[in-house]
């Protein structure tokens, strides 16, 4: 009896390396989550407060004061982290703004900083970290919804503009995901980014997106962070346990799916802190580096605090003493376990299936009602499977739910069926995991809405 049990256990126990991994941790996901420093971020934070103000307009050539100071200080911190990071200024000649009310006042240089750590398996696929590393200070009252769009004078170059939360905490936490990151070796290509001149429309972003699409980049996921630094709001909230990841509509756009994994991946190795989903593009009004992707069909979340305080917003009052790192390095982790999570996945499978249909190429779902027409059936396919693929797991939900309800672990097949299921009322999905647990993005099984028709009548 005691042996058979012994047995029993030992059978199950040699079964885990292949079905136990599912949902469970990656070990070495869960160790750069403890990598993580709030000591880093602290330093960070203060030495970005150092250089007065970021502004675009503000000096270039100062060695300790200005935009060009600080450019060059986390250029070189990136090429400190590690050799394999490849280091560069992604620079622009931007004209001045035509609007009346622009914020571009006249011809200016301007520098994103990227670092690039190429992938081993599939370093095509990219995932960008991001923040934005100018700031501003604006005269006069914030006025509307909160950012303060309204008319009014050209900032001062000389004012201090410490922007410490906006957004020296998402530097922070792109320069400490950098610096842990770069000390591994991922399947796919990070890419840590600074933006420039965010504030002054989303400009670095709106032009690095741009070029992205241009070059045909396979941009797979960007996690934008900008406004990680407050966990008390004017109001006197406090919250330093969620934070909100805003994704733009439709209901399965890449935005939204990648802000499902967030949630999900998140979540599993960051338990203390709650993904506060937001659906819709940005905070009212406000905008975003996250969303000149998103426009150019990238996956792209923003997160952000749920308690910001509008009060040190774009003020000389965005200071270090106004700005919490330990919440800067809570929302830093759940960044670190996401990007390396998905560094580490498969690429999600494919849903869909170019045919030629009247001579014409169209992509067709791989979504059926099966041969009795009354089944859910899913077909997928993966272009050159990973040899530590474990398999797929098929996941389902409403049509008005916003989380996925269903999640079934089916195994390295390439089709699933829910037998007496209706394909109407539910929307599918599947993914690609890894031996070591990795999960891809959901690949969602989403119909194309019907064209509008023009009847001809006589
Ligand atoms: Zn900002």
């Keep these: 009896m005691k042996r058979r049990s012994f047995l029993a256990v030992c059978s199950w126990a040699l079964a885990l390396p292949c079905l136990g991994q599912y949902k469970a941790v990656n070990p070495k996901v869960s160790k750069i ?67 009346r009310n622009s914020r571009l006042v006249r011809d200016v240089d301007l520098y994103n900083i990227v670092a690039v750590l190429p992938g081993t398996v599939h370093p095509e696929q990219r995932i960008i970290v991001s923040a934005h590393y100018d700031s501003i200070v604006l005269a006069g009252p914030t006025g509307g919804t909160g950012g303060g769009d309204t008319a009014r004078a050209a900032p001062d170059p000389e004012a201090n503009s410490p922007g410490v939360t906006d957004d020296g905490s998402g530097i922070a936490c792109v320069m400490e995901l950098a610096r842990v990151l770069s000390q591994y070796e991922f399947d796919k290509t990070l890419v840590f980014v600074a933006f420039a001149g965010e504030e002054e429309g989303l400009v670095g972003s709106t032009l690095y997106a741009a070029k992205a699409k241009r070059d045909a980049v396979q941009i797979e996921a960007v996690l934008n962070n900008d406004i990680i630094g407050s966990e008390a709001s004017g109001s006197g909230r406090i919250e330093n346990r969620a934070v909100n990841v805003f994704s733009d509509d439709p209901p399965d756009s890449p935005s939204r799916t990648l802000a499902r994994y967030v949630k999900e991946i998140g979540e599993r190795y960051v338990p203390s802190m709650r993904a506060g989903l937001v659906f819709r593009q940005d905070r009212v009004g406000r905008g975003g580096d996250h969303t000149p992707f998103a426009l150019e069909g990238f996956a792209a979340v923003r997160f952000s605090s749920p308690q910001e305080n509008l009060a040190n917003e774009h003020t000389a009052t965005d200071t270090f003493d106004n700005t919490s790192p330990s919440y800067a390095a809570r929302v830093t982790r759940v960044n670190a376990a996401v990007a390396a999570s998905l560094a580490w996945a498969p690429k999600a499978p494919e849903v869909t299936e170019r045919i030629e249909r009247n001579g014409q190429q ?42 996925w309800e269903r999640d079934v672990f089916v195994g390295n097949v390439a089709e699933y069926t829910f037998p007496d299921l209706s394909i109407d009322e539910y929307i599918f999905g599947v993914k690609a995991i890894d031996q070591e647990g990795n999960e891809s993005l959901v690949s969602p099984y989403v119909p194309a809405p019907r064209a509008k028709r023009i009847i001809e009548t006589y």
């Excluded at 030495?47 to 000096?59: A, I, P």
């Excluded at 027409?373 to 993966?382: F, H, I, P, T």
Aim: proline share 3%; charged share 30%; no cysteine.
């Design 33 to 99: 989550v403890r990598e993580i420093s709030e000591a880093h971020v602290t330093e960070t934070l203060q030495k970005l407060e150092g250089f007065g103000t970021r502004y675009l307009y503000s000096q270039q050539e100062d060695r300790e004061r200005g935009i060009g100071a600080a450019r060059r200080w986390i250029y070189d911190q990136f090429r400190a982290f590690s050799p394999r990071l490849e280091v560069t200024y992604d620079q622009y000649r931007v004209k001045k703004g035509e609007e």
């Design 362 to 403: 169209t992509a067709n779902l791989l979504l059926t009602r099966g041969t009795g027409r009354s089944d859910a059936v899913l077909r997928w396919k993966q272009e050159r499977p990973e040899a530590d693929l474990a398999g797929y797991a098929v996941v389902m939900r409403a049509t008005t739910a916003p989380y």
